[in-house]
């Protein structure tokens, strides 16, 4: 069975682990402190490679930033990557099969194959971290684009010029569906030193202002899986991330089925979370070379 070595690039870690046809991961997952440097994270991932290369297939790569159609050079900012990391060369690292993949569009296409969309010709994958990531599966083909960029959600939520999103715009869905809008809903509804931490402490505690806060931020979770529902009309819309596990997936399912103008979908909370990008990638490129 082919099997490929597969790697999820963040800005904190990276995890790499080699992963089969079947979606079985055929070693243990290990993960390390993402070096502070281009050049160091390249000899890491080099290292690595080489260390393998004789026991796989190929490469994957899932990583911050917009992929090419051609799944080998990133297009775009790479979030709080080091520096000079999205203009290396990837191709180099080895003689077997590449394929980089947005980290999203990765976890999306794992949930797809074998996860919380399985089944869908159509779904939507949120990633509700620190910022929002998003995949699109349409007509089982995962959405990219005229350049490799589509799903990006810095989109322009409402038209208040309140929230800075990170992108440089104001008030993109972005800062209003993330664990940073969470902590600005804090901010606004139960003090300036609050953060979403407080919120979901607030929560258990019934501290109605945490109430009120998680509310609105919920509240702009549905408008967002509305804007979703609209616009792609999917099967399923996946909620994974850090944010996600605070969801209130019947109440928030139900109210943005009432108020889409497209048939239901189902909402559902992702299966693989942190592994779901290194095995998206995984399956895209055995896809690939198989």
């Not at 959600?153 to 809008?181: K, Q």
């Not at 806060?213 to 099967?235: I, K, R, T």
């Amino acid at each position: 069975m082919r099997k490929v070595l597969a790697f999820d690039v963040g800005g904190t870690k990276i995890a790499y682990a080699a992963i089969a046809a079947d979606g079985s991961f055929a070693n243990e997952i290990i993960k390390v402190t993402t070096p502070r440097s281009a050049a160091a994270v390249y000899e890491l991932l080099h290292t690595v490679i080489k260390g393998q290369e004789h026991e796989i297939d190929g490469v994957a790569i899932a990583t911050a930033g917009a992929i090419d159609n051609a799944n080998l050079h990133i297009i775009s900012r790479v979030g709080n990557l080091p520096e000079g990391y999205g203009e290396l060369d990837f191709q180099s690292l080895t003689h077997k099969p590449l394929l980089l993949e947005n980290d999203a569009n990765a976890a999306a296409w794992a949930e797809f194959c074998l996860g919380a969309a399985k089944g869908a010709s159509n779904a939507v994958v949120l990633t509700l971290g620190t910022g929002v990531g998003a995949g699109i599966i349409v007509n089982s083909r995962l959405l990219k684009g005229k350049s490799g960029a589509a799903g990006e959600m810095h989109v322009r939520f409402n038209n208040e010029h309140r929230r800075l999103c990170t992108c440089g715009l104001w008030d993109c869905l972005e800062t209003y569906v993330s664990g940073n809008a969470l902590t600005a809903d804090a901010k606004d509804f139960m003090g300036a030193e609050m953060t979403s931490y407080d919120v979901i402490r607030g929560l258990k505690s019934n501290d109605q202002k945490a109430r009120a806060a998680f509310d609105h931020w919920q509240n702009c979770l549905e408008n967002a899986l509305v804007m979703m529902g609209n616009l792609f009309d999917p099967e399923v819309i996946v909620l994974s991330g850090s944010m996600a596990q605070f969801v209130e997936y019947d109440k928030v399912g139900r109210q943005a089925n009432q108020d889409i103008l497209t048939s239901p979908f189902a909402l559902r909370p992702a299966k693989f979370e942190n592994n779901a990008g290194m095995l998206g990638a995984a399956l895209l490129l055995l896809e690939k070379i198989k």
